[in-house]
């Protein structure tokens, strides 16, 4: 058997794209309770309230809002994660089915805002912590182990507006104080945890869109945003080691592979440094426990100061993490030369790949690439490895039968699934892969729920309407069918 013995099957969720009741039992707000839904073609929106009067923005990373506005909820917009799929009141019925797939672990993640309503609370909201206690107990019944996010895209509103979106040191202690709460809590219920979700998003995402604010600025934020969650992230790992030395931590990094159009040295140069700030810097950050030479460059384009202390470098040192963990879902191309054959799509860009095909949200099936980074990854920090997002994002539509025949979405986990295979083969040390929204949830990108990835369907749609009945699809019994095989049986 390639697959270790205890491999960690499973699959993966967020709080904001799942549970719902975002005003229920003293949950405060959310920034993601002030994004309005978007399309393919459409951004999503901040919306707020500015001189007594309701606006809107972009919801693009490094924007914000204006100067003296506050976020706030529009009456007459819709909020799709204000509901999602409603997970928080039927948990039960869904981590019930995730166990009859057989699943050894559930990837999901805690609101701030259910534990502290506004982020700087003195004592926790103890609704929420029972609310996650049931839940983690419930994945326990079943033997899952749970896999938690501590920050997953879920700043609370009014943490984010009083310290400019982590521009502020105190932001720092709010969010261990924040994770101090979670690891003492749960205690013996939780054994694996990522400090925040795809932290290099605040540079990929720079990469990806314009901005109206000077590149300089942009890039000042989002390295000074990216220090302050560094330094988090270090004394997070330090704490839990000391309140219970079972604890696993992993960072979290959105895996995107680059590749040369060209064997131009110049467009080889581009692809390293492309690698070097939007991959290796956090990760080597987290794993390494200290900037990388190259960190330099990187600060001097865009002239970049940092608020950096004596005591960060020692917190970064001694808090490194003890797995690395990742999500893929496609690769890109890039180079220095003019082309006209270019990817336009949801968080997708650059030129497009004559060898891959592409899904209709611009994402390239490139199962090679997550076998390429699985080796470059082993190689670079020697640590054990999770790939905990991995999917196909598709209409699904249900047949004249009553049932789901979703055969591209298990072709597409087939050959992500023989591409570990390969890797593990070759020497990497990957202990577990929970498969992106194992049920339908709304799209983070694009608010949309059209936009499927589960096993799960939910009868809900892009407008919110819907009786959120679930219903198993054709890669429900596939996947079960793979992990009883332990990967032996893809067909």
Same mark, same amino acid.
Request: contains cysteine; glycine residues 8%; aromatic residues 14%.
């Given at each position: 058997?390639?697959?270790?013995?205890?491999?960690?099957?499973?699959?993966?969720?967020?709080?904001?794209?799942?549970?719902?009741?975002?005003?229920?039992?003293?949950?405060?707000?959310?920034?993601?309770?002030?994004? &309005?839904?978007?399309?393919?073609?459409?951004?999503?929106?901040?919306?707020? $309230?500015?001189?007594?009067?309701?606006?809107?923005?972009?919801?693009?990373?490094?924007?914000?809002?204006?100067?003296?506005?506050?976020?706030?909820?529009?009456?007459?917009?819709?909020?799709?994660?204000?509901?999602?799929?409603?997970?928080?009141?039927?948990?039960?019925?869904?981590?019930?089915?995730?166990?009859?797939?057989?699943? $050894?672990?559930?990837?999901?993640?805690?609101?701030?805002?259910?534990?502290?309503?506004?982020?700087?609370?003195?004592?926790?909201?103890?609704?929420?912590?029972?609310?996650?206690?049931?839940?983690?107990?419930?994945?326990?019944?079943?033997?899952?182990?749970?896999?938690?996010?501590?920050?997953?895209?879920?700043?609370?509103?009014?943490?984010? !507006? $009083?310290? /400019?979106?982590?521009?502020?040191?105190?932001?720092?202690?709010?969010?261990?104080?924040?994770?101090?709460?979670?690891?003492? !809590?749960?205690?013996?219920?939780?054994?694996?945890?990522?400090?925040?979700?795809?932290?290099?998003?605040?540079?990929?995402?720079?990469?990806?869109?314009?901005?109206?604010?000077?590149?300089?600025?942009?890039?000042?934020?989002?390295?000074?945003?990216? /220090?302050?969650?560094?330094?988090?992230?270090?004394?997070?790992?330090?704490?839990? /080691?000391?309140?219970?030395?079972?604890?696993?931590?992993?960072?979290?990094?959105?895996?995107?592979?680059?590749?040369?159009? &060209?064997? =131009?040295?110049? #467009?080889?140069?581009?692809?390293?440094?492309?690698?070097?700030?939007?991959?290796?810097?956090?990760?080597?950050?987290?794993?390494?426990?200290?900037?990388?030479?190259?960190?330099?460059?990187?600060?001097?384009?865009?002239?970049?100061?940092?608020?950096?202390? #004596?005591?960060?470098?020692? =917190?970064?040192?001694?808090?490194?993490?003890?797995?690395?963990?990742?999500?893929?879902?496609?690769?890109?191309?890039? &180079?220095?030369?003019?082309?006209?054959?270019?990817?336009?799509?949801?968080?997708?860009?650059?030129?497009?790949?004559?060898?891959?095909?592409?899904?209709?949200?611009?994402?390239?099936? #490139?199962?090679?690439?997550?076998?390429?980074?699985?080796?470059?990854?082993?190689?670079?920090?020697?640590?054990?490895?999770?790939?905990? !997002?991995?999917?196909?994002?598709?209409?699904?539509?249900?047949?004249?039968?009553?049932?789901?025949?979703?055969?591209?979405?298990?072709?597409?986990?087939?050959?992500?699934?023989?591409?570990?295979?390969?890797?593990?083969?070759?020497?990497?040390?990957?202990?577990?892969?929970?498969?992106?929204?194992?049920?339908?949830?709304?799209?983070?990108?694009?608010?949309?729920?059209?936009?499927?990835?589960?096993?799960?369907?939910?009868?809900?749609?892009?407008?919110?309407?819907?009786?959120? *009945?679930?219903? *198993?699809? =054709?890669?429900? #019994?596939?996947?079960?069918?793979?992990?009883?095989?332990?990967?032996?049986?893809?067909?």
């Amino acid at each position: 058997m390639t697959f270790p013995k205890k491999f960690l099957w499973g699959g993966a969720t967020a709080a904001n794209q799942i549970e719902g009741a975002y005003d229920v039992d003293g949950k405060g707000l959310s920034v993601t309770d002030v994004t &309005t839904a978007g399309s393919l073609k459409a951004p999503r929106m901040l919306t707020y $309230k500015l001189n007594g009067k309701l606006g809107k923005t972009p919801a693009l990373p490094g924007a914000g809002l204006p100067a003296g506005a506050e976020g706030a909820i529009d009456p007459n917009e819709y909020y799709p994660n204000h509901v999602a799929i409603d997970f928080y009141h039927h948990y039960k019925e869904d981590i019930k089915m995730f166990a009859e797939m057989g699943f $050894k672990v559930f990837r999901l993640s805690i609101a701030w805002t259910r534990i502290f309503p506004n982020g700087d609370e003195e004592k926790p909201n103890q609704a929420g912590l029972d609310f996650y206690r049931k839940v983690f107990e419930e994945c326990k019944k079943y033997r899952i182990e749970p896999l938690v996010t501590i920050s997953h895209y879920e700043d609370p509103l009014h943490l984010s !507006e $009083k310290y /400019h979106d982590w521009q502020d040191r105190p932001m720092v202690d709010e969010f261990v104080k924040y994770a101090k709460v979670l690891f003492e !809590e749960y205690k013996g219920l939780v054994k694996y945890w990522l400090t925040f979700n795809e932290i290099n998003s605040s540079l990929l995402m720079l990469n990806l869109f314009g901005n109206s604010v000077s590149n300089d600025q942009v890039y000042q934020h989002a390295y000074q945003k990216l /220090h302050y969650q560094f330094v988090a992230s270090a004394r997070a790992v330090k704490l839990a /080691h000391k309140i219970d030395p079972n604890y696993v931590v992993g960072n979290m990094i959105c895996g995107i592979v680059d590749y040369p159009l &060209t064997p =131009d040295p110049k #467009d080889i140069m581009l692809n390293r440094h492309s690698w070097e700030r939007d991959i290796f810097y956090c990760g080597d950050v987290q794993c390494k426990g200290k900037y990388p030479a190259y960190a330099k460059r990187l600060w001097q384009e865009h002239h970049v100061k940092l608020d950096i202390t #004596d005591q960060d470098l020692i =917190d970064l040192a001694e808090g490194t993490v003890d797995m690395y963990t990742f999500s893929y879902y496609m690769s890109n191309v890039l &180079t220095t030369h003019e082309v006209t054959d270019k990817v336009n799509g949801n968080f997708a860009a650059g030129v497009k790949n004559p060898y891959l095909s592409y899904s209709e949200w611009g994402w390239a099936t #490139d199962p090679d690439g997550l076998q390429y980074y699985l080796e470059v990854m082993n190689d670079r920090y020697e640590l054990p490895m999770m790939v905990v !997002e991995n999917g196909l994002g598709a209409v699904d539509k249900i047949s004249d039968d009553g049932k789901i025949h979703d055969d591209y979405r298990i072709d597409y986990l087939r050959q992500h699934i023989q591409a570990m295979e390969k890797a593990i083969d070759n020497g990497v040390d990957l202990i577990g892969y929970t498969t992106w929204g194992c049920i339908d949830l709304i799209s983070a990108g694009t608010g949309q729920m059209s936009k499927r990835y589960g096993f799960i369907y939910v009868d809900r749609d892009d407008e919110g309407k819907g009786s959120l *009945k679930r219903m *198993k699809k =054709d890669s429900f #019994d596939w996947y079960k069918k793979v992990i009883a095989s332990n990967g032996a049986d893809l067909a």
